[in-house]
């Protein structure tokens, strides 16, 4: 499967961006779908993920201003981020994978597909 993200840009402290994932080629199976972040100079870490039945999951940080959502029929998965702050300025990448367990869900390491990430940057 070819994951596209997209949607990334420059906003001002406070406002709201939407990103998307988009899937192409062998999309029968049912993926789980995680949005990653990468800030300059620092790791990638876990931003949200979704599961095929719509399921969602947050990292601590953007619990309350993000929401992940997907249209299955579309192969498209969203990330609606709202009140964003300069400390989510980072490259935001999106993954999937078909046999992730719960407890793995936050792991990057446990994906096997990888979009190329979109920017983006807040300003204060």
């Known amino acids: 499967v070819q994951l596209q993200a997209s949607g990334g840009g420059l906003v001002e402290s406070g406002g709201s961006l939407r990103l998307s994932c988009a899937a192409s080629?062998?999309?029968?199976?049912?993926?789980?779908v995680g949005w990653f972040r990468q800030a300059p100079g620092k790791e990638r870490t876990f931003v949200a993920a979704?599961?095929?039945?719509?399921?969602?999951y947050y990292a601590d940080a953007v619990k309350g201003r993000f929401t992940i959502s997907r249209h299955n029929a579309k192969n498209t998965v969203y990330l609606q981020m709202s009140g964003l702050q300069p400390e989510d300025t980072a490259n935001y990448y999106c993954?999937?994978?078909?046999?992730?367990?719960?407890?793995?869900?936050?792991?990057?390491?446990?994906?096997?597909?990888w979009g190329q990430g979109t920017e983006v940057t807040v300003s204060s």
């Open positions: 979704i599961r095929y039945n719509g399921n969602p």
């Open positions: 080629g062998d999309t029968s199976s049912r993926y789980t």
């Open positions: 993954a999937a994978d078909r046999g992730i367990i719960l407890s793995s869900i936050a792991n990057d390491m446990q994906y096997d597909y």
